[in-house]
């Protein structure tokens, strides 16, 4: 058979020469007719487990066709420095969203504050506290 | 202990990696997607890290030179790495094939050496274990997602591994030393290892629906732990050597 390495170590009429030896090897006017195309994968939302028991926090993207190939790339994406103890990936056509349009829906809610779970606790102390210093 | 023995077995691991490290680093920016260039890229990165740790051994404990100068000053001659490590990088089923291959080789290696009477590499050896976990699932991963894909990415795979295969094999030749390591406990030697790789290899290839290749012992590539290497081990140390050479004796 051919040898994989025959496209590599030669490629005469370059037209493209780089500092970088990769660039070189890259074989660019292949790229430029068409020869590789690009087909598009899905993308898989990652979540990062710092610690057991801690939960899970949206991390970023992957593209992957399979669950078991957007872990493997989740592991590297994001889970290279600091510490990981899990990686969660979910299809994002499974994450269900509100549309944008209804984004209305959770316009007052910073202004319910007595929602907050210290308010009722510290409200007098701090009332006191800016009475005290005119704030 | 006897200490060639030993050097033998360190040089041979540390040079497999540092050149196979440099090799698959020759993917970084130019990998087939975002996310595989940098998983291949820090996968390289981690095998320069063991080379790095290896030499370290070779120094610390044998008295040889520093890490720096084993990696980048050494000839042709002086190294000891498998030819297969030293093949360009193709296209990218053969650089996969060439991971799985290697990588599967690596992680019983090291399996191996985490009862070695030597204790700096049994220490080493339970501390890369889950990093070569990663690097054969990684591996693993691709070759059955490739083996199923399309009718071409099967034929690449089974292509690249019919001939990277007497290759891989040559990564289990013996050295002189073969009975002094297994006598003194230091690694069970490279008969064995083989034969636990084969037996690994070909279940995960099987099961992905690729046919192992059969190879004649005649047609195994021998060479490169004695010192003899393709012809592009050389192209690819003066490459790595470039900016050294030009002060070996400058501080990073």
């Known amino acids: 058979m051919k040898s994989n390495t025959d496209n590599i170590t030669s490629s005469p009429r370059h037209p493209i020469t780089s500092l970088d030896p990769r660039i070189n090897r890259l074989d660019l006017k292949r790229v430029a007719e068409g020869e590789q195309t690009a087909s598009h994968l899905v993308t898989w939302e990652v979540f990062h487990q710092e610690k057991r028991g801690k939960q899970p926090t949206h991390a970023g993207i992957v593209h992957a066709s399979t669950p078991e190939m957007a872990l493997m790339f989740a592991k590297e994406q994001y889970a290279r420095r600091g510490k990981t103890t899990n990686l969660w990936v979910v299809k994002t056509s499974d994450v269900y969203t509100f549309s944008s349009e209804d984004e209305e829906i959770f316009e007052t809610t910073p202004e319910k504050t ?17 009475a005290k210093n005119k704030i | 202990m006897n200490t060639e023995a030993i050097k033998d077995l360190l040089y041979k691991m540390a040079d497999d990696a ?11 920016g130019i990998g087939p997607m975002l996310e595989e260039d940098l998983a291949f890229s820090s996968m390289a990165q981690d095998k320069v890290g063991h080379s790095q740790a290896l030499y370290q051994i070779i120094h610390t404990v044998f008295g040889e030179r520093e890490p720096d ?54 220490q080493l050896a339970k501390k890369v274990r ?24 099967k034929a690449r795979m089974q292509a690249s591994l019919n001939y990277a295969m ?10 002189a030393f073969e009975d002094t390591l297994i006598g003194e406990g230091v690694f069970g030697g490279e008969e064995k290892l083989q034969h636990l790789w084969l037996e690994k290899v070909t279940g995960i290839v099987t099961t992905a629906g690729l046919q192992m290749p059969q190879v004649d012992e005649a047609k195994i590539i021998y060479g490169g732990r004695k010192g003899f290497h393709s012809e592009y081990l050389k192209s690819l140390l003066d490459e790595m050597t470039e900016v050294t050479r030009i002060d070996p004796s400058a501080e990073w």
């Open chain 1, 114 to 130: 007595f929602r907050d779970p210290g308010f009722y606790k510290v409200r007098e102390r701090i009332e006191a506290y800016q």
């Open chain 2, 18 to 28: 540092l050149v196979i490290g440099h090799r698959n680093s020759e993917w970084t």
């Open chain 2, 69 to 122: 100068v084993l990696a980048f000053q050494r000839s042709e001659k002086e190294f000891k790495c498998c030819q297969l490590v030293e093949l360009p990088i193709g296209e990218y089923d053969f650089s996969l094939i060439r991971h799985f291959l290697f990588d599967h080789a690596e992680a019983l290696r090291y399996e191996m050496l985490t009862t070695s009477t030597l204790m700096p590499l049994a």
């Open chain 2, 130 to 153: 889950g990093e070569i976990k990663y690097h054969v699932m990684h591996a693993d991963t691709f070759l059955k997602q490739l083996a199923n894909g399309s009718e071409e990415s």
């Open chain 2, 166 to 175: 007497p290759y891989a094999l040559g990564i289990f030749e013996k050295s």
